[in-house]
């Protein structure tokens, strides 16, 4: 299996960035490890040897990107609006940095936003706020909303709201989508995981509501128990991705 290490100081982000690429040929897979997870975390968890058989049929072609979560949403000592800037500056990171770089290694026309937890949030995110850039959605154990307070998780905003926060809260903005982002929404290949014990399962559920009144077709796929960890992940990846 081709593997490939990559890094580079980003000029969005001030500092070097670091990501792995696994196969050579296929649908180009954008991947987001879990909160504060790194870019080596796919690996570690063995989901590259779970989807080892498209790898090595050129089917898919990896990009596992690091995390700056602790930077942004996680860094509770920071004001909020210094968190969603600094999220906002990890999207122009993948929007002109690593998106450019996967389409100059490979011309597949399909490009893959796929993430695990917290990961399954910045792939939904950043695929619902630039449909024309991706063919198919593919999150795990996902949160959809960073201002919930779920059972132990919080408000990752502590209650601020600007338009910034809106804008990257896809339950909260997904209503009013409309325009030609709809329209390329309604071509997306989208599929969503979670388990039925898993906390963000009624959010989950929300966002399919959503997507179905916006006549966006999708599928919502629940597992039993939890299914939230590389145990279950592993499984999911072959049917899935």
């Given at each position: ?9 980003s000029p969005?982000l ?8 696994f196969?050579?040929?296929?649908a ?12 080596h ?12 058989h498209?790898?090595?049929a ?18 509770h000592?920071?004001?909020p ?5 600094r ?5 122009e ?17 399909c490009?893959?936003?796929h ?16 449909p ?19 059972e132990s998780?919080?408000d ?12 990257h809260?896809p339950?909260?903005y997904l209503p ?12 997306m ?14 959010n ?12 966006v ?12 960890s ?12």
């Amino acid at each position: 299996m081709n593997r490939e290490y990559h890094r580079w100081h980003s000029p969005h982000l001030g500092r070097d960035m670091e990501l792995l690429v696994f196969g050579h040929a296929g649908a180009k897979v954008l991947v987001f490890p879990t909160r504060d997870g790194r870019f080596h975390e796919y690996e570690d968890l063995r989901m590259t040897e779970a989807l080892r058989h498209k790898l090595e049929a050129g089917q898919l072609q990896l990009y596992c990107v690091d995390s700056i979560d602790w930077e942004s949403f996680y860094c509770h000592w920071a004001h909020p609006e210094g968190r969603i800037q600094r999220h906002q500056a990890f999207e122009e990171y993948l929007l002109n940095e690593v998106l450019p770089l996967m389409a100059s290694k490979n011309g597949h026309p399909c490009t893959i936003a796929h993430g695990l937890s917290f990961g399954a949030f910045h792939a939904a995110n950043i695929a619902f706020r630039h449909p024309h850039l991706f063919q198919k959605l593919c999150a795990f154990s996902g949160r959809y909303d960073p201002t919930l307070n779920v059972e132990s998780f919080r408000d990752l905003l502590d209650g601020y709201r600007n338009e910034a926060i809106y804008y990257h809260s896809p339950a909260q903005y997904l209503p009013g989508l409309d325009g030609w982002r709809l329209e390329a929404l309604r071509r997306m290949d989208i599929v969503l995981v979670i388990g039925r014990e898993d906390p963000f399962l009624d959010n989950n559920r929300h966002i399919s509501r959503i997507l179905w009144e916006k006549g966006v077709w999708h599928a919502l796929h629940e597992w039993d128990e939890r299914a939230h960890s590389g145990y279950y992940w592993r499984r999911m990846a072959p049917l899935y991705v």
